[in-house]
């Protein structure tokens, strides 16, 4: 029996949401290609000795934070997944949302203010030793705040992996009477495992692709990344070749290191049963809570840390006056606006791939993937390194001729910042549509349930939960963005971000402090908000 | 996003309404900090338009180099009438897009060094300076080579020439104290060097946050906080060997020379009521004739002794080569 037609409306969501996706990609180098077509000069330029260089650092740096990151965020997540009830979980879940919405120089400020030369330790330490503290500017500031950025991130997605766990397993488990250890490598691992190399090759390409932390805490241009020469190569040497050269170089590089992270990754059988046990959790024994309370607490206080100094920085400015002022409210709208769509269209892409790729592998069965399961897959996921300049500047070659730039800026913004954030979207739906889809297909297919009836009777309740942690992250990180609004910003579309470093261009710190914190407390809102959309039902999953 | 509809309507009625309505219109494409609410802009909108009775309309991108990408993206079919935020660095690769006309009569610009160019024409002008915190360093620097032979312990944050404006001016000043010996002196440098950032902004706020007690930036800075935050504990280091300097300047573009608009802004633009405005929005020197005299505060700015700049096609033909040099020896 064949659980999926090929014409199933599934796949035929997938393969336009992939349509989509590459219609903005292709059309964004095609304008650039035909722009840079009549000097490669540039192009071939790029490859100097110096460039090496750079391909090793920006490899180096992204392995060791994706290290960083990943290895302690599937502890924590194992941790909380562990402790359901421990004090302000739904809190720091939440609070674990917020690092992607700030922007890289807040958070650089944020770090610094506890480690920096004239942050937080370096008074104890000049207090305790006498000894002035170095600051952590080369490759460890770079970790620090990669670290800072990614470990929560890493930590939900894992979280969101383990709790498609079916109860039954711990319910087999206690009569077992499994103990930590047995439970982790039997049950929670292979869930884990599933997810490790999405969320491993996310954290990635976040961290090969980052720019202004790199130069900043960097210490100088020995700390540079790829993504540094595209700019350069697209703001003051404007040679459009070379920004595609090495655009393509970084895919590449990427995509050899996510092949790599695959092989540690397996692809688990879902399980065929409708869970019939209670959601039950496992029993933790006093020495392993106390490790695990240990771990969250770490995590909590290394994430909270800098935003606690954000918002103390935020506090000494002006709200009241801030908060006032026009422009800020209607950036504040803006933003807000933006987000909302931007997530929508995000959750909404990765929710049609996810789906695709489910029913194409149920019709593979057995044998090779085919390339377009690939694509749904891991490939969507690229989409990550390529630059939002590089995609902004080809489409404004592209429609130069064709209209009013201009207007077309707003859905360019909700548009590039959709597909940027669908891959975290994406890690977020996936494990529980699949386990979702593994327990359901059989029973829809002998019922004749499909379709819309399907999604509202079947799929929506067991996917409500990962589509508003999806929905979150996918705000977030719109709500943060500056790549694309930089380009198309203009005065009648400003965002929270863009004014905060206009501020901070024209010495009024004091303001740009005060909206890092309106900004924070607005994704918080938006955040919160999705997080009880999500929790509609108390049905297990 | 009421606003934004809004701007997408009257677009459209413009559109729609033909030539007669748009006429009267003056699209000015200048950088963020120029229209933002403290900046000159409103006021600049508000003079002018009182004097040709049309329409000002700008549209501002992040920085100057921004703004001359945006013009190159935009090609021949640019809305932009006017452009106007670009500096001496630019002006080579602006005039080689073959998107700008001459400019028209205009009164004498008042630069260091005077003026001759027949495309673009300066607004207004400003030299690169060391900003260091009085608090925290007690003998500033007294020349560019003290900052470069002094001790490694007082750091400075720099900006990248490859991504900034002032990172780009600290280049050139270096080499043009150094000449071919720039190399070795940013060897000397960099030990000072605490880090290298993306943007002015960046290294601005790593040094109000006291990461470092010096920072490039402007001799003008200074001014902005003693006549808005009223302390004078940020100050500009005076060097021997003279101060880079930076001009700002507008051009009028292919699209523009179509409007007759366009050439009675450029004049307006170096008299009194424009020029009045900049110093105190702008934290730069008015580059023509003002009614009012300047703020006191400007008087107590480092005065240079001497002023360095190379012609704008020095820079277009040598910039590539020396932030290469620079690379070469900043990331060993």
């Known amino acids: 029996m064949a659980l999926a037609r090929p014409t199933d409306p599934r796949i035929a969501a997938g393969v336009i949401a992939l349509a989509a996706i590459t219609l903005l990609i292709g059309g964004a ?83 610094l203010a506890l480690y920096g030369r004239a942050g937080y330790f370096a008074g104890l330490s000049s207090a305790v030793g006498g000894q002035d503290w170095p600051g952590i500017y080369g490759l460890s500031g770079i970790l620090v705040a990669h670290v800072f950025f990614n470990l929560p991130l890493a930590t939900r997605l894992f979280l969101e992996a383990l709790q498609t766990i079916p109860s039954d397993q711990w319910r087999l488990a206690s009569q077992l009477g499994m103990g930590a250890r047995p439970a982790f490598r039997l049950i929670e691992w292979p869930a884990l495992r599933a997810a490790l190399p999405g969320i491993a090759g996310l954290v990635f390409m976040l961290c090969v692709t980052s720019f202004t932390i790199v130069l900043t805490l960097g210490g100088g241009p020995a700390a540079t990344t790829l993504e540094v020469g595209i700019y350069q190569a697209l703001r003051f040497d404007f040679d459009p070749a070379r920004a595609v050269t090495l655009t393509f170089l970084q895919i590449a590089l990427t995509f050899v290191v996510v092949l790599v992270l695959t092989r540690l990754g397996a692809n688990v059988a879902g399980d065929a049963n409708l869970p019939v046990a209670p959601r039950r959790y496992p029993q933790v024994n006093g020495a392993e809570a106390s490790l695990n309370a240990a771990l969250i607490v770490g995590a909590l206080l290394f994430v909270a840390g800098p935003m606690a100094a954000t918002v103390t920085a935020g506090l000494s400015a002006d709200i009241g006056r801030l908060a006032g002022e026009a422009a800020v409210r209607q950036a504040t709208l803006t933003s807000a606006a933006f987000a909302l769509l931007s997530a929508l269209l995000s959750v909404m892409l990765s929710l049609a791939l996810t789906m695709a790729r489910g029913a194409l592998a ?41 209209g009013d730039v201009f207007a077309i800026a707003p859905l360019m913004v909700v548009t590039v910042n959709a597909v940027m954030a669908m891959p975290f979207a994406l890690r977020a739906v996936r494990p529980a549509y699949d386990a979702a889809s593994a327990r359901h297909e059989r029973l829809c297919a002998q019922l004749g349930i499909s379709g819309l009836a399907r999604w509202r009777l079947i799929d929506w309740p067991s996917m409500r939960r990962p589509l508003a942690t999806a929905f979150a992250f996918a705000m977030a990180l719109s709500l943060g963005d500056l790549g694309v609004i930089a380009l198309f910003g203009s005065d009648s579309v400003q965002t929270l971000p863009y004014l905060l470093l206009a501020r901070m261009g024209s010495y009024r710190t004091q303001d740009a402090a005060g909206l890092a914190l309106l900004l924070g407390l607005v994704c918080l809102a938006l955040v919160l908000a999705a997080d009880r959309l999500g929790k509609g039902t108390a049905r297990d999953v | 996003m009421r606003t934004f509809l809004y701007s997408l309507v009257s677009a459209a009625v413009v559109a729609l309404s033909g030539p007669a309505l748009a006429k009267d219109k003056l699209t000015v494409y200048t950088y963020e900090s120029f229209t933002a609410d403290w900046g000159p802009g409103p006021v600049v909108k508000k003079e002018f338009e009182a004097e040709c009775g049309c329409d000002v309309e700008f549209v501002s991108v992040a920085d100057g180099v921004a703004l001359l990408n945006r013009v190159r993206l935009e090609g021949a079919s640019t809305k932009a009438d006017i452009v106007l935020g670009l500096d001496t660095n630019l002006t080579a690769d602006a005039k080689a897009t073959g998107l700008f006309a001459p400019h028209g009569p205009v009164s004498d610009a008042a630069v260091p060094g005077g003026w001759t160019d027949d495309t673009f024409v300066p607004f207004d002008y400003g030299y690169f300076a060391v900003v260091y915190d009085t608090e925290k360093l007690k003998s500033p620097p007294k020349s560019l080579k003290d900052l470069v032979e002094g001790s490694a312990d007082d750091k400075i944050v720099i900006q990248d020439p490859r991504t900034s404006t002032p990172g780009l001016g600290l280049l050139l000043w270096v080499k043009s104290v150094y000449g071919d010996k720039a190399p070795e002196a940013w060897a000397k440098l960099k030990t000072k060097v605490l880090t290298v950032t993306p943007g002015w902004s960046e290294a601005y706020g790593l040094f109000t946050k006291g990461e470092a007690p010096m920072v490039l930036s402007y001799t003008t800075s200074p001014a902005y906080h003693m006549v808005a935050e009223n302390t004078e504990r940020y100050q500009a280091a005076s060097f021997e060997e003279g101060e880079y300097l930076q001009i700002e300047v507008a051009g009028i573009t292919t699209t523009g020379a179509k409007n007759p608009l366009a050439a009675k802004f450029m004049a307006f633009m170096t008299g009194p009521k424009f020029q009045d405005a900049i110093p105190e929005t702008n934290w730069m020197f008015p580059a023509g004739k003002t009614d009012k005299p300047l703020n006191p505060a400007f008087d107590r700015l480092v005065k240079p002794t001497k002023t360095l700049l190379f012609s704008p096609e020095e820079v277009a033909a040598n910039r590539k080569a020396w932030v290469d040099e620079w690379l070469a020896v900043m990331s060993k």
Do not use: C, M
């Open chain 1, 29 to 111: 180098f095609l304008g650039l290609l035909f722009e840079g077509a009549h000097d490669l000069s540039g192009a071939w330029a790029a490859f100097d000795p110096y460039l090496l260089r750079v391909v090793r650092f920006t490899l180096w740096q992204a392995a060791l934070s994706t290290l960083l990151s990943v290895v302690p965020a599937l502890l924590v997540a194992r941790a909380l997944s562990r402790h359901p009830r421990f004090f302000g979980r739904g809190f720091i879940l939440q609070l674990f949302a917020l690092p992607l919405a700030l922007p890289a120089i807040v958070a650089a400020l944020g770090i």
């Open chain 1, 362 to 402: 149920l019709n593979r069965r057995s044998g090779p993937k085919t390339l377009l399961e690939h694509a749904t897959d891991t490939g969507a996921g690229f989409v990550l390194v390529v630059p939002p300049i590089v995609i902004g500047a080809g489409w404004f070659l592209l429609l130069r001729h064709a």
